[in-house]
């Protein structure tokens, strides 16, 4: 009895011992190695003993395995077995009794794991109901690490939701701390999930749910379900945040809070292209390809090629144009694409003035044809940017690749980008490394954060109303809001084609001559006219502006007042400043003739110029990363 004792005492000591020690991959292969051990060692011992015993070899079979599953249980057949022939030697003595203890050590560390991992789970979402909650919905490589920077970042408890998770993350999720939830109450989300995690009526924790499935129907099934549950525990808007895998305006129009208080604080509906292609023109903006003269005119041409033009590489033209645009230079893209006729048609339907507006050609062709290789040589040095976006890894890897080698012999070498979902690659030349910019960050996707220059931005267009910046952030639409990031996103251009760095204007320099005044708000002129064409607007015409004009004169005189913005019909998308810069005073003039105001558009560009020092932090601008 003592003898049994001790032995199950001891292995399920250090059962709990190593459960404690060692990470969960080799706390499995102790388990299973030891069960192993301690099933083929019984069978072997207890077979030839039990063959001694008993003359009979199917009874033999039969006690060989009752005694074999004992072992399991912490029971042995040493008072049966102890004499015969085979356990008589010291060695196979203690052999018998070492399979006993893997055996009992595999059944105990299970039942601790078991045991262990309902308390761990009963203790984070305990954890939960304090500080900062963090939903992410998508439990896959790329998010779980994402929930691990945010968990090391910030002071937040993260629980990951997803109703088929990736098995080779869900003990990750576990060794991080982190909770998963894949029962239907988490995947529907309602009071009972929000309840679990410590969210009542009237929290005032910030809420932060990051939709990030691959499926933008299951991201904005979730997001309106989440928002629901909410609702119902009236947590405040100001208390919440989303980010959802998406890409579409309209989304995050329906979810962002309106004046009736139904919605989330701050939305940012994202593609992961969209975003990647964000951050390679960011990160490693157009600009920088380019000379610019001492006026701040720029005295190249900017031109790119794109190879690839499904989703990642229509998102790198949409972000190439709207922050390649500079007074002085010429726009144009070449697109490669074997496939590009029948990839285009929502583009071109949607956003088809970019077409008119730029040039942009397209080759039936692949990157790696001849085709592909004539345009290059033939470009020269006017070639600035290649984008690399075949569709997936191996293709991009092997594109990229031809053309590192291609370039490594040539003193010309425009920026090689790979563009793919989860981020951009600069290519390397000569030993330099690749440097890699992926999407799921912090600093990226978390809240306010990645827009903490374009809440900035808002605030200084508009102006001394006495709210904060946040305030006027939440009151912004969702069009509006794009709109300050795309011009946040442009300042670093703007301060380098003045001649200047960003720690010079931050640290005062921002005094302009009136040739560079003048050439930097062209700039901002092309500039806005880049995105306005991106987001699919198009010139108004002086029909569309006339009919305008009479709907706010007879508006005026029948209230006193009218809503009416005569420039602008967001509903069809129609913009009477996306003309020329030379042309903005007549418009200006023509304008104010009808509401006796003193709108000045080509001034516009101007402020917008001057503001940049108020627009501007050490935090905004952005560091090449590896």
């Not at 790329?142 to 993350?169: I, W």
């Not at 982190?178 to 988490?186: K, M, T």
């Not at 978390?446 to 006495?466: E, K, Q, S, V, W």
């Amino acid at each position: 009895m003592s003898t049994t004792v001790i032995i199950l005492s001891a292995a399920v000591f250090v059962a709990l011992i190593l459960n404690l020690a060692v990470k969960s991959e080799l706390g499995d292969f102790l388990t299973g190695g030891a069960a192993f051990l301690a099933m083929a060692g019984g069978l072997i011992l207890y077979s030839l003993a039990y063959t001694e015993l008993d003359q009979d070899v199917p009874l033999a079979i039969v006690r060989t395995l009752y005694a074999v599953c004992g072992m399991f249980m912490g029971k042995n057949e040493s008072p049966t077995v102890g004499n015969c022939a085979v356990l008589k030697p010291l060695w196979t003595r203690l052999l018998f009794w070492f399979f006993h203890v893997c055996a009992l050590y595999a059944t105990a560390s299970a039942a601790i794991k078991t045991v262990g991992e309902r308390a761990m789970r009963r203790l984070r979402l305990f954890l939960l109901r304090r500080g900062r909650l963090v939903v992410i919905y998508g439990a896959r490589a790329d998010t779980v690490s994402f929930g691990q920077q945010m968990l090391a970042r910030r002071k937040c408890s993260v629980v990951f939701v997803d109703e088929h998770p990736d098995p080779s993350c869900i003990q990750t999720i576990r060794d991080s701390g982190c909770v998963l939830r894949a029962d239907r109450a988490a995947t529907t989300p309602g009071r009972a999930f929000l309840n679990s995690v410590g969210v009542y009526s009237g929290t005032g924790r910030r809420i932060s749910l990051f939709a990030l499935q691959q499926s933008e129907a299951a991201n904005l099934r979730f997001a309106r379900g989440f928002l629901s549950a909410l609702s119902a525990q009236s947590v405040s808007p100001d208390h919440t945040d989303l980010l959802l895998l998406g890409g579409e305006q309209i989304i995050g129009d329906s979810l962002q809070a309106g004046g009736d208080g139904h919605g989330f604080g701050n939305v940012a509906v994202i593609d992961e292209a969209g975003l990647s292609a964000r951050l390679m023109t960011g990160y490693f903006p157009p600009s920088k390809t380019l000379k610019f003269d001492a006026d701040g005119k720029a005295e190249e041409d900017f031109e790119a090629m794109i190879i690839g033009f499904g989703h990642g590489g229509q998102a790198a033209l949409r972000s190439l144009v709207m922050n390649g645009q500079f007074y002085g230079s010429t726009f144009r893209a070449t697109a490669f694409d074997p496939k590009y006729e029948s990839l285009t048609g929502r583009l071109y339907n949607d956003f088809g003035e970019i077409f008119t507006q730029y040039r942009i050609d397209f080759h039936k062709a692949d990157g790696r044809s001849r085709e592909a290789y004539d345009f290059i040589r033939e470009s020269g040095r006017k070639l600035k940017y290649i984008v690399i976006a075949a569709g997936d890894d191996k293709a991009n890897l092997e594109l990229s690749e031809e053309l590192r080698r291609f370039y490594e012999r040539r003193q010309h070498r425009p920026l090689i980008f790979e563009l793919s979902r989860r981020g951009v690659r600069k290519i390397g030349f000569s030993g330099e490394p690749d440097k890699m910019l992926t999407i799921f960050r912090p600093e990226v996707m978390d809240g306010a954060g990645p827009d903490a220059a374009a809440i900035r931005l808002n605030h200084f267009y508009c102006g001394d109303n006495g709210k904060t910046p946040e305030q006027n952030w939440k009151e912004c639409s969702y069009f509006n809001r794009m709109s300050s990031r795309a011009s946040s996103d442009f300042v670093p251009s703007m301060i380098y084609a003045a001649g200047k760095t960003p720690q010079q204007v931050l640290d005062g320099d921002w005094d302009l001559t009136e040739a560079q005044k003048e050439n930097l708000s062209r700039t901002e002129h092309l500039r806005w006219c880049a995105f306005h064409y991106a987001m699919g607007y198009a010139a108004m015409t002086e029909e569309e502006f006339d009919y305008r004009a009479e709907e706010y004169r007879a508006e005026k005189e029948k209230t006193g007042k009218s809503s009416v913005r005569i420039a602008k019909d967001a509903e069809n998308r129609r913009h009477a400043c996306l003309i020329p810069w030379e042309a903005l005073d007549a418009l200006s003039t023509k304008e104010n003739a009808v509401t006796g105001g003193h709108v000045d558009y080509k001034n516009m560009d101007l402020v917008n110029v001057l503001a940049v020092p108020k627009l501007i932090a050490p935090a905004d601008i952005p560091e090449e990363k590896g």
